[in-house]
Every structure is written in C-alpha cells, then in structure tokens.
C-alpha cells in the first residue's frame, strides 16, 4: 500500500522585522494592547519590490535541498495564497520557471489560512493516485499588500512569510487522515473589500482601480474559528481511529493566541502539546502552520514517530486539519 508522507521542509522570513513599538507609532495602538489580545510581539514585512512568488521559490529551494531532491524530480508544484504577484500567471508557475522544475504540473489553491492544509490534502490524493511521484507544496504570502494600514483591528494581526514542505511516498504511516469543511454563508466575517468599479464604463472614474482590504468583523470570527478548529480536530482524529489522548503535538494556525488558547481549553489538550510562535510572525495566512511545522521539526520537539495534528480556519469561512505520524 502507498502511503505518503513529508520528505523535506523549508521556510523563508523576510529579513524586516516591524515591532509593536513600531506599529505604535503608526497607528492609535500600543505594544501592551497588541500583546494581551493577540501574543504578537513583532512580525516580518516583505521589501516593496519582493514578491510572493520569490518568498515562495525560497522556501521551495530549502525544501528540495532538505528532501534530497533536484528540481526536476518535482512532478507537482502547489501554491496555497490569497497574496498572488497577479491573477496570472500563477506563483506555481512563476515557482516551476525560478527553480527549474520542467517536468512539474503547476497551480494555485485559494484557501485563505487554511490553504496549506487545502495543498496538502490535495498533494497527498496526487502521490497515492500514481499521478505525481514528489510534489513540492508551497504556502506563500504576501499579506502586507492587502491590509489598511489605518485599520488598527487588523494591521497588528498580519506578517508575510513562506513555508514550503516536499510530498511524496513513504513505506509506512505519513498522512493517515484528511479533514476539510466549508462555511460559506459566513464568509463576509472575514473579507476582501474591493471599493469602486473595474469595468472602464463605470461613471465613477474616480473609483476605478483602487486598492482592495482586509475587513474582520472579530468577535464573530473568534467564536467560528474557534468551534472550527475544534470540531476539526475532533473529525480527523475520528477518521484517523484516534482519541486525544494519542496525540503528541497539535500545530495550529497562528491566528491569535486566545483564539489557540481557546481551541486547547475546548478540546481539553493541554496547552504544551500546542506548539505556537505567533509572537514572532504574527498571523502569516497560509504560510503560518508551514512555517510553525517547520519550526516545531527542525527545533526537536516533533520527533520520529510522534502524532501531530495540523489545524486551520479561514476567510471563506474555510476549516481544515490533517493527521501525520512523523
């Protein structure tokens, strides 16, 4: 039997580094403010000219060089992002050309936080169908460009980063259970708002090509996203044959530390099985779990045959978790 499972990770963090005490002055907020309601201390900001699909091909060329692979042993390249340098090309294929990954079919998943659990999902059906022997599965953002910089209920929440993991088959355990749920009656908590008109024949020129936003509405999104998470967790381990009790770690999404601390208590795991780093990055969208697995491996606390639990919610509303014996 086919099983498939993690060859190799990498990571990319823009070298910029914006403080609360930073933001301070920037916005009506303060550093005590942003820490007691979310846990973030600071988070990285892309340069202005460094684009998604760089961050991406970064933290893709680790995750080769840490797998043992050569670009052109890649037969899949997925980007999870809701940060694209444009609508098209999409980063994946910007990503096959940067690292030469000829033989690589290549695309895009829009899935908001969860997306890296959305490619994931995706990248495993690829190597147990047979289609793809190693698929390269990237999370990618750019997050800076889609936040109101005035807004401070938002502005303090974001960072940009990358993280990047290689798929393929394993002789035993990897990815043993997939989770994945929509809710899309709830989507205008979490949204992009686009003001004004594309279309040339609009009266109201003015308007034409203004910049889009992030808008939350936080309260309600809390109690989602919590619940979400949880019922997730609870989902995957079911298909899995599992209880909490057999899980060794649970890797969240980095959306807000009360909200993690929420899902620990509701679920009743105890918090040092949750690993978190949101202080320093803050919520990265996609790119979060890749980069906190990455960080979890690669510091020792995950080790060799240890059960983990990935978990996500996002805009959409989207809700996703997977079940991987490392």
Same mark, same amino acid.
């Given at each position: ?125 690829? &190597? =147990?169908? %047979?289609?793809?022997?190693? +698929?390269? /599965? *990237?999370?990618?953002? @750019?997050?800076?460009?889609? $936040? ?7 502005? &303090? =929440?974001? %960072?940009?980063?990358?993280? +990047?993991? /290689? *798929?393929?088959?394993? @002789?035993?355990?990897?990815? $043993? ?150």
């Amino acid at each position: 039997m086919v099983h498939a499972g993690f060859l190799g990770l990498g990571i990319y963090l823009p070298q910029k580094k914006l403080t609360n005490f930073e933001l301070e002055k920037m916005v009506d907020t303060t550093d005590e403010w942003i820490r007691s309601r979310t846990g973030i201390v600071e988070r990285r900001i892309a340069a202005p000219g460094e684009k998604t699909s760089e961050l991406a091909t970064h933290a893709g060329r680790e995750a080769l060089k840490d797998a043992g692979l050569d670009a052109k042993s890649i037969d899949l390249i997925i980007v999870a992002t809701i940060s694209p340098d444009s609508n098209f090309p999409s980063v994946a294929c910007k990503v096959q050309k940067n690292l030469g990954a000829t033989r690589a079919i290549a695309f895009d998943i829009s899935a908001a936080c969860s997306g890296f659990l959305y490619a994931l999902t995706t990248a495993k059906q690829y &190597v =147990l169908s %047979g289609m793809a022997q190693n +698929a390269l /599965v *990237i999370a990618a953002e @750019k997050i800076s460009t889609l $936040i109101d910089w005035k807004d401070r209920s938002t502005c &303090v =929440l974001f %960072g940009d980063g990358a993280g +990047a993991c /290689v *798929i393929g088959p394993v @002789k035993k355990d990897g990815i $043993i259970a997939d989770y994945m749920l929509a809710y899309g009656d709830q989507g205008d908590l979490m949204r992009v708002d686009v003001e004004g008109s594309r279309s040339p024949f609009d009266p109201d020129k003015e308007q034409f090509g203004k910049l889009p936003f992030v808008v939350m509405q936080g309260k309600e999104l809390f109690k989602v996203a919590v619940n979400s998470m949880a019922e997730a967790v609870e989902a995957v381990l079911a298909k899995a044959n599992l209880s909490k009790k057999d899980v060794d770690w649970v890797v969240p999404h980095q959306a807000n530390d009360r909200i993690i601390s929420a899902v620990a208590k509701k679920l009743e795991i105890p918090k040092e099985k949750i690993f978190v780093n949101i202080d320093k990055y803050g919520n990265m969208s996609a790119a979060s779990i890749s980069v906190a697995l990455y960080e979890a491996v690669k510091s020792g606390a995950i080790k060799k045959g240890q059960t983990v639990v990935l978990v996500a919610f996002g805009a959409g509303l989207v809700a996703g978790a997977n079940v991987v014996k490392w």
